[in-house]
């Protein structure tokens, strides 16, 4: 609380003055994540300013996210550049059904924008980026990224490499292309609810094989592809949505060979490969059948709309080029030219470092908070996976009507019956006193008897 800021350098008006000095002082570690900042009062005073200036700094930085007040307690430099979502229906206080990256104040997104854009602006102007661009992305865009990808993927390639807006677009042109109406496609019998809707609108058929906590069964796979023959088998073998399983090697490569032996063609959603890098995709073993996809949705952010898909060869990058063409033309021009800027720079892998390092600090506060009760996660995952107690079926519906939102089995289900269990956004909270409290929530729900409908 004796941070005194120096503004007597700054031009502006004073109250701005001491915005643009927390702002500098965060960046240059002088100030940090959840340090308590001086009264209001207290800093008028050692600044020999009126107490309206302080106020009207203290509002600015609220409003741009470096700074949060909490009842009681009192001013605090901000743990997140996450604001709170002004859409959310209205009894919703904290939501965690979005499985999204936190944004510590150490990815420093906002200033890592800012300075892109200007450097882009510097060297073509933004408005060449305000055009129609080759579909996929341009040849130097590709190779960036084909560079950049070939740390994981030895194979990636521009020839092979197409860039989508988002794993969304990328999974419906791929089942468009490698399935008809009625035919079928092999998932986990716990998916990511997006394969589902995209499988719905083709009329394509998923049939979800059987897991356990390390991921989708071999034996259960290759049954599925003699069963069905399938056009293709999506999976998610990383940090698996929604139970965080990651396939182990010796699974990874049998499911390789299944694959293989069935003549069939692997989508593998790499959405999470990035936070951990340590397991190597199933692409590597049978590049010549699998459609990979890699986002940076949840390891920097969705709405930058940014994701690569390595094909099997260059005939079915043409493919998708021109599948992506005639659905939605090409990504955005701009957001594409900011990530190639951040992965030429080796900003995107700084970024990603201070999301995977908040995502390990919140699974270990949830680790500590569910102590006692049974789920699956891994170090870097945002989510978890929760058991429910079999006697409240409910507790879901029961969190929603008290205002915290998760996500149940549900909506991840392909064929069968649910099971009791739910999967709890830890990325989504907007810093970890949000995410302390709901936690204290959802832990005094699963403590409650059947017969209970009220948290306490």
Request: proline letters at 6%; hydrophobic letters at 45%.
């Amino acid at each position: 609380m004796d941070w005194t800021p120096t503004i007597s350098e700054l031009s502006g008006p004073r109250y701005q003055r001491i915005v643009e000095a927390m702002e500098a002082d965060i960046a240059a570690g002088r100030l940090v994540r959840g340090q308590q900042l001086p009264t209001q009062r207290a800093l008028a005073k050692a600044l020999a300013l009126d107490l309206t200036t302080v106020t009207c700094a203290y509002t600015e930085a609220r409003r741009r996210g470096i700074m949060e007040a909490r009842v009681g307690q009192g001013s605090f430099v901000s743990e997140t550049s996450a604001r709170r979502a002004v859409d959310l229906p209205h009894p919703v206080a904290i939501d965690l059904s979005m499985n999204v990256p936190p944004h510590p104040l150490e990815a420093q997104l906002d200033e890592r924008i800012i300075a892109g854009l200007d450097s882009i602006r510097a060297q073509s102007g933004l408005t060449a980026y305000l055009n129609y661009q080759p579909p996929g992305g341009s040849a130097h865009e590709r190779d960036v990224a084909a560079r950049w990808m070939r740390a994981r993927v030895p194979d990636a390639h521009a020839d092979k490499l197409v860039i989508f807006p988002g794993t969304q677009t990328i999974l419906f042109n791929v089942l468009a292309h490698l399935a008809r109406p009625g035919d079928i496609v092999l998932t986990e019998a716990l998916t990511f609810p997006g394969i589902k809707a995209a499988a719905v609108r083709l009329g394509i058929k998923l049939v979800g094989v059987a897991m356990d906590d390390g991921g989708i069964l071999p034996d259960a796979l290759a049954k599925a592809c003699r069963t069905h023959r399938p056009k293709a088998v999506y999976l998610i073998p990383t940090l698996h949505n929604p139970t965080t399983a990651t396939l182990s090697p010796e699974r990874r490569s049998a499911i390789a060979k299944i694959i293989r032996d069935a003549a069939t063609v692997l989508i593998e959603d790499d959405a999470y490969g990035l936070l951990d890098r340590s397991a190597s995709p199933i692409a590597n073993l049978i590049a010549e059948r699998t459609y990979l996809a890699t986002t940076l949705s949840k390891c920097i952010a969705p709405a930058l709309r940014v994701a690569y898909l390595v094909t099997p060869d260059s005939a079915a990058q043409r493919e998708m080029r021109m599948s992506l063409q005639a659905t939605v033309q090409m990504p955005a021009p701009l957001m594409v030219a900011l990530v190639t800027h951040w992965i030429e720079s080796g900003v995107a892998d700084r970024i990603i470092t201070a999301i995977r390092n908040e995502a390990v600090g919140r699974q270990q506060l949830a680790q500590r908070a569910l102590k006692g009760f049974q789920f699956l996660a891994r170090p870097a995952a945002h989510h978890l996976w929760l058991r429910l107690p079999e006697r409240r079926p409910d507790v879901a519906a029961d969190l929603l009507r008290n205002g915290l939102a998760i996500v149940a089995a549900d909506a991840f289900t392909v064929g069968g019956t649910p099971t009791h269990a739910a999967r709890v956004s830890l990325g989504a909270a907007r810093n970890r006193s949000e995410l302390t409290e709901a936690l204290r929530i959802l832990v005094g729900a699963l403590r409650q008897p059947a017969e209970t409908r009220q948290i306490v």
